[in-house]
């Protein structure tokens, strides 16, 4: 996997136009990512030995075992590296999640797992590699929010890991990933705004309504957290500083260790009293405007940081963009160096005459270079696409044919054993194994119904395909089967 100069460009020329390439801190968290992608990449090649961890031979094994602790050995000289620095670090940790948890979680369990039926449809089909990666992202979520709120963690896990997860459903669609992209913007607006305002022009955020900056620092779990002095010294904000100093020394006398020996309440209070006559003899002026915008100096800080990583985020989304946008255009050629090559096309599908004449239109339109071509990725979006292209540039279609005949076989799928049976493990899940084999299924009435296997597909789906049908539905988890060939018979139960 080479090397995206693109990619380094994007991220590394806003600073040197800047000026500050220099520091170390900005290239820590992609050459981190980097250093972990290889790491992940070693250790799926484990799969490439074929029968590991049997019939390698050492060697092989001993490579790739060296190749593996030379990876993970990058990564704590780059971890170490970055503690001589004192480079920043904060934002590592999600890149360890993204670039090593993620892939490894999705990589050690790639079973799949189906939800419940909804209208004949499973409400998701995937793995329990994704199923794991989307409830760490969401819990990672939930949990920063609730215990910092809106900071580098939760930003890492909302654009380093969340959008772009969602994203990936959206790149070959582009119409519905501009959309996207623009709702993600519209909702971040608020945050990113006033990050905008404190770089380029942070004299106007004194201008910014204080209810406001209430409503962001709700939304950021934010509150601010200054003590209020004043109460702690039982003064008003009015006094002076006569006042203070006086009423200090009054409590201070009262609350003194000498006085109140190892009372911890006591104490505690002489050093907050202390504490808040400090602020206000050494530094009241900065402590009188910091609490009247204690909002801004808050939110401030978590706005900017929202800024700098949606920036991030979108500069990885162009350039992803971009190669998405190279591959389709790749893809379009194919499709008409396909036709243009008179190679074979489903004419009727289309809606041209499958003759020769269909054919030159279909060539007379893909011809020129610049015409919109599907992207083909094998599926019937692919032809009803087609179809509306040479609509638009004014061909007249044939409808949809409407196909008549007879039917010529009729099978019938069951699923063999059931993960709540104990004599699951007598079923081989070899795929194909049991075609050939006479299957026997119990009726309600008693009596037996017989067929033979045609297609196994084994593996933990265990589908066997029969023929002729059985003439009726058995019953999931009740009806009775058994598997018969010369040599023996083996009773197991069916789910359907």
């Known amino acids: 996997m080479g090397i995206s100069w693109w990619r380094m460009a994007f991220i590394f020329g806003p600073a040197i136009a800047r000026g500050d390439i220099s520091s170390f801190g900005l290239y820590t968290p992609f050459i981190f990512g980097h250093l972990l992608s290889r790491v992940v990449r070693q250790w799926k090649s484990k799969v490439k030995l074929r029968g590991w961890p049997h019939k390698v031979s050492p060697e092989l094994t001993r490579g790739w075992m060296i190749k593996l602790v030379r990876e993970i050995a990058f ?153 209020d002095h004043y109460a702690t010294l039982g003064v008003s904000p009015d006094a002076d500083m006569k006042t203070i100093k006086k009423v200090f020394r009054e409590m201070a006398i009262e609350l003194h260790p000498d006085k109140v020996g190892d009372d911890p309440v006591k104490l505690a209070r002489f050093h907050a009293i202390q504490t808040a006559s400090d602020a206000l003899t050494k530094g009241r002026a900065e402590y009188d405007k910091s609490i009247e915008n204690q909002e801004l100096n808050e939110i401030v800080p978590r706005c900017y940081a929202f800024l700098v990583m949606i920036g991030y985020w979108l500069l990885h989304s162009l350039i992803d963009w971009n190669d998405v946008e190279g591959m389709r255009d790749q893809g379009k050629d194919a499709l008409r160096d396909h036709v243009l090559a008179d190679r074979p096309i489903d004419l009727k599908s289309l809606g041209l005459s499958n003759d020769e004449q269909g054919m030159l239109i279909l060539k ?69 194994f049991y075609v050939g084999y006479s299957i026997l299924v119990e009726k309600f009435d008693g009596s037996v119904a017989e067929s033979t296997i045609v297609d196994y597909t084994g593996g933990d789906k265990r589908v066997a395909t029969v023929e002729p049908p059985l003439g009726f539905v058995p019953v999931a988890d009740i009806s009775k089967f058994t598997l018969k060939k010369a040599g023996g018979a083996k009773d197991v139960w069916r789910r359907g």
Not at 125 to 141: A, E, F, H, K, R
Not at 180 to 207: K, N, R
Not at 373 to 387: C, H, Q, T, W, Y
Not at 401 to 418: A, C, F, I, M, N
Request: glycine share 6%; with cysteine.
């Open 364 to 432: 007379e339109y893909c011809t020129p270079q610049d015409v919109e071509l599907p992207f083909v990725s094998g599926n019937k979006a692919d032809i009803m696409e087609m179809r509306d292209c040479l609509e638009k540039a004014g061909y007249k279609l044939e409808p949809f044919p409407e196909v008549k005949g007879t039917v010529q076989k009729v099978y019938q799928e069951v699923v063999l054993g059931s993960k709540e049976m104990k004599n699951l493990k007598d079923i081989i899940t070899t795929p194909g």
């Open 75 to 227: 990564v704590f000289f780059f971890l170490a590296f970055c503690h001589w620095m004192k480079s920043e670090t904060r934002s590592l940790f999600n890149f360890f999640l993204s670039s090593f948890v993620n892939p490894m979680l999705r990589f050690w369990f790639p079973a799949r797992s189906k939800g419940p039926l909804y209208h004949g449809q499973p409400l998701w089909d995937t793995t329990w590699g994704n199923i794991s990666v989307y409830v760490m992202m969401l819990g990672g979520l939930t949990t920063s929010w609730i215990i910092q709120g809106i900071d580098h963690i939760f930003l890492g896990f909302l654009f380093l890991q969340i959008v772009p997860e969602i994203q990936k459903r959206f790149w070959m669609k582009p119409v519905q990933h501009l959309y996207l992209v623009v709702g993600i913007l519209l909702v971040c607006f608020p945050f990113f705004s006033i990050g905008l305002m404190a770089w380029y022009f942070p004299s106007y955020l004194e201008s910014i309504p204080k209810s406001f900056l209430q409503w962001l620092c709700w939304l950021a779990n934010a509150r601010p957290e200054i003590p």
